[in-house]
């Protein structure tokens, strides 16, 4: 395409052309013009069309990624973290789900899990799991609940399926050097808030990762003289080296807090996070299959996860009938199992004849009241005590299920 421009007109502009990617022009009255002048002009037309055509190109490009994104792609992607604990604790929890991720070659960053077959697994780092939840590029995701606070953000499109995975326990609270200085006798946010030295001028240093939840946190708690900064290496030098007055960081024990000589305060926990299920808005309702996914992955979770430190007790009992036998055993405050004991005859066969001598009972008691609840059996008659642990509870619907349908506006 080429533009002829006489030397000796006047250019004019028109924006509401519409059907061409080209400034359109007019002759208007004759000017003393240059040829330097023109070709400038010339050049600047061109760079106009160029980019029109530029944007235009971009904007199908666009409109076409996204499209691959939701519609296009067939497979339901779920994004585990690549390395460290939470990717052992997270591959082993679905195994005990019995979802099987097989990796050919542990260098692969995709697996598949062939009791999904319609769903691909992707190795990555759990801040980027959070990002690609928000992009599209994944599905579902099992990540911590403090990766997906900093990283989401707050947007809506993220919706947490299952909170709770009892894997990858933290809290993030605020810490810092106790034992002398000016900090020696704060016990409290408050307190920390309160004291006198944090001005505009010096304000209160805090050294951590979240660059995000940590001024939200102080905003939200009225600290108003406030500067955050990241620290290479451990943050828990920090303090000692000068370079800040406290950290917020995340801790799983308090060993780290004695080994440098910090403390935690009241009121300064920023959030307690362990491993949860996410998932995208976007995907849950535009992607065909996802939804479905989603609920075998929850129930199978669900039932794992409420079976985990459960004992199934079986004993014998003599009485003269089932109600007689029940109304002992509900009387221990132990022995209540999940809605009540089951109890059914055992057929003894004795000179010949079968009769009904005992009742068997079977509840479900927690690990931690295990040995109570064999002690309650025997007590009110209870003999030949099995006991053996539990590896699903299936429930009617998970409740989980609803709240996320909920969340759909389904």
């Not at 002829?4 to 006047?10: A, D, M, R, V």
């Amino acid at each position: 395409m080429s533009i002829s421009i006489p030397l000796n007109t006047t250019l004019q502009y028109s924006s509401s052309s519409s059907s061409s990617l080209l400034p359109s022009f007019s002759l208007s009255s004759p000017i003393t013009s240059s040829a330097v002048y023109v070709a400038g002009i010339r050049q600047r037309c061109l760079r106009m069309a160029t980019s029109c055509v530029s944007n235009a190109q971009k904007s199908v490009l666009n409109g076409a990624t996204d499209a691959v994104s939701i519609a296009g792609r067939e497979q339901i992607r779920l994004g585990l973290p690549s390395k460290g604990r939470m990717a052992a604790d997270s591959l082993d929890l679905l195994k005990d789900c019995q979802l099987f991720v097989k990796q050919v070659n542990p260098r692969q960053y995709v697996a598949q899990i062939p009791q999904l077959p319609n769903t691909e697994v992707w190795f990555q780092r759990p801040k980027d799991i959070v990002r690609k939840l928000l992009s599209g590029d994944l599905d579902l995701g099992i990540v911590g609940l403090d990766i997906v606070g900093e990283f989401g953000q707050g947007n809506e499109d993220l919706i947490i399926v299952h909170e709770a995975l009892n894997f990858g326990d933290v809290i993030s609270p605020l810490r810092y050097i106790p034992n002398y200085g000016i900090f020696e006798n704060i016990k409290s946010l408050k307190e920390l808030a309160q004291m006198p030295q944090w001005t505009k001028e010096r304000p209160l240093r805090v050294a951590t990762g979240f660059t995000y939840l940590g001024p939200k946190f102080m905003k939200d708690n009225g600290i108003k003289h406030v500067t955050f900064s990241t620290a290479d290496g451990a943050l828990e030098a920090a303090p000692a080296m000068g370079i800040a007055d406290a950290i917020l960081d995340l801790v799983s024990s308090g060993t780290t807090l004695k080994e440098n000589n910090l403390k935690e305060i009241e009121g300064g926990v920023v959030l307690e996070s362990q491993a949860a299920l996410v998932a995208s808005r976007r995907a849950l309702t535009e992607r065909k299959g996802a939804l479905e996914t989603v609920h075998e992955i929850l129930e199978r979770l669900e039932a794992h996860l409420k079976a985990n430190g459960q004992f199934t007790v079986v004993a014998n009992m003599r009485g003269t009938d089932a109600e007689e036998v029940a109304e002992r055993v509900k009387s221990q405050p132990s022995l209540s199992g999940l809605q009540g004991p089951t109890i059914s005859p055992v057929y003894c066969k004795r000179d010949g004849k079968v009769s009904i001598e005992y009742y068997a009972i079977v509840i479900c008691v927690p690990k931690k009241a295990l040995y109570e609840s064999v002690q309650q059996l025997r007590a009110v008659g209870g003999s030949g005590v099995l006991v053996s642990p539990l590896t699903y509870i299936f429930d009617e619907e998970t409740p989980r299920w609803s709240q996320l349908l909920s969340k759909l506006g389904m």
